[in-house]
């Protein structure tokens, strides 16, 4: 016992009086800091140059609204993330309308989400956590981002809108107590149309909250069960409905990588784009490369030294979160580019979240830690503001200018030249998306609606059209010289970086020259299964819209085939070769060599040099090196 009690007990008032007061300063400067990287976001956001994806939700909502497509009939989505009722609806498609369609609109909306975003996740931490230091922290960390990390979290349509909502039921869901009641049905319809809309969720939110349950959660019983039994059979349905069933929707199928790609493709990916979105490029600078990885250590550190047991159901659902998204990411054929970047987002957030609810009052290393994310986030993201253009999409909107200048009010162009122009113009110049293949001009399914091209038909043969040519992988000039020489061309005129080659009359638009059937040696047809993943298949005994293909002579000899959908037949550069019709454009591996083995009798050969053949479970593949009976094809033809 203290000799001098009174002594102990003022020092000891007075040493928390000094770490209370401490505190309110570090709030206060953390508060600083959100005001700060919040205004930096909201010039770059306003500033953001759009492309044709980014402008998906202003098309979708002319089409909603300006030509009354209410259902969005034959509009090509990709099915694992057409945005429906996480982005459109709830979020772009009136403010659209009220604007009349504005680009800056769809940069407000954007950065309305992430401000929600970071709004969601901080009252969450507070709700655990019951601090007020800790979500100022978090709120701080992503307000400062980097504009290299920050740029995935204002991308409009970029899985952001699905983020927020992934904070949204954590804080609505994640050990707190379920019933099968009204409140708790309007959840599990609002979870299904969020995975309708944005199949992402279910690895950051669906799979490691159902694991979460029935591993760790404490409190279970039959209404509870019945919530969560409920929540899986529809949310199964959803995922298979949306995915198999949506013809108008762009299936993909998922491959699992070898060693070689794993090592030296998906990993480096993964390690790079985890590094960005959470230091941006400071991560490149090898000076800093050490402070970096001192943080990581040291919040290691402090995770296991101060201990986290009241945070263990969150660090369960983290803990299964990331590794989900890390097996799919490594280990699947998921990760295609940097730009797939995206698919991490929630697992640099969780690092973030897990950091901001380490904080103890005192702790002087943590938070000289924390002010040094924040002071590089900050002059990175003045760097950058320093530096910023202050006039986005100028180059679109000069173009606009010049084509109506010379009166040229429609046209086709890449997908990218494509619905830019066609929503910065508000409809006044419409683009719409192509390939070119030889001398056949065809549509690109991909964030279309087939309704465009189908209007065309209906063009006054005498209006002027125009295909718009800018370097590009996708419409090549060596493709757009030999249409030229089939069809009538006025002239061509310059324009910066494009060449507008204008043409007389009705565009010959082509999505088939031929519809035709393939029917094997025992007298089934192939068929596009959707319920694969679009594969192809052969157990159909009679002709229906599946086994219906779209011949596209390619010449010598050349075809492509394909779908009802629009989607085209491609032989996948895999292991198996399969047949899958899921590609937008016809390129290499959607290109067949068609041999007549007379008696109406064909084989395909594919771009690998094999041929297609049909193996005993009726799966098509193209691994066969010679012609038996299995690689020879009946072809019916359905319309001259």
Known sequence: MSKYPNISRNLSSVRDFIILHRNEKFNIVLILFIIYGIFCKLLIALNFSLNSDDVDAGMVSRDIWVHKNYLLNSYYFPSNDPFWFSDILPFHLIPQIISDFSPTCIRVVSYIIYILIICIFALYIYKISGSKTSPLIFSAIIANLSPESARFYLVPTCHNATLFFVGLFLFLLLNNSFKLDTKHLFYILLINLIVFSDAIFLAWFFIPFVFHYVFIYKYKFIQSWMFMVTLVLTTLFTYIYERYFMTSFITSVVHARDLESVLHLSLPLYVNGLATLLFGKAYEVRPFNVLYLLFLIMLIYYTIYNGIRKYNDMLV????????????????????????????????ISIYLIGSLMYRKGNTIYIALIFFILFMGAISNYMFISN????????????????????????????????????????????????????????VRWLSCGKWFTDRTTQNSTESYFILLKSNVTLTKEGLNSFAENSQLEKILQFGDYSIYVFNGLAPLTSSIDSITFQTNDGQYLFVDYQRGGEVFASHKKIGILAAFNLVEMGNNSVALQAHNGQYVCAE????????????????????????????????????????SVEDDGAVVANSTLIGLDEAFVLTHLQE
């Open 573 to 612: 550069n895999s292991s198996v070769r399969e047949l899958v019709a899921n590609r937008n454009i016809i390129d290499t591996w959607e290109t067949f060599q068609l041999e007549d083995l007379g008696d109406n009798r064909f084989a395909l050969r594919a771009w690998s040099g094999r041929y297609v």
């Open 317 to 348: 659902y983290l803990t299964v979160s990331f590794l989900v998204i890390f097996v799919g990411y490594v280990f699947t054929d998921l990760s295609v580019d940097f730009l797939t970047t995206r698919f991490l987002m929630f697992s640099a």
């Open 388 to 443: 910023l253009d202050y006039q986005p999409n100028i180059g679109e909107l000069d173009l606009i200018g010049f084509l109506n200048d010379n009166n040229l009010k429609y046209g086709y162009a890449d997908y990218w030249d494509s619905n830019i122009i066609t929503y910065f113009s508000k409809e006044d110049i419409i683009v719409l998306p192509v390939t070119i293949n030889h001398h056949l001009l065809m549509p």
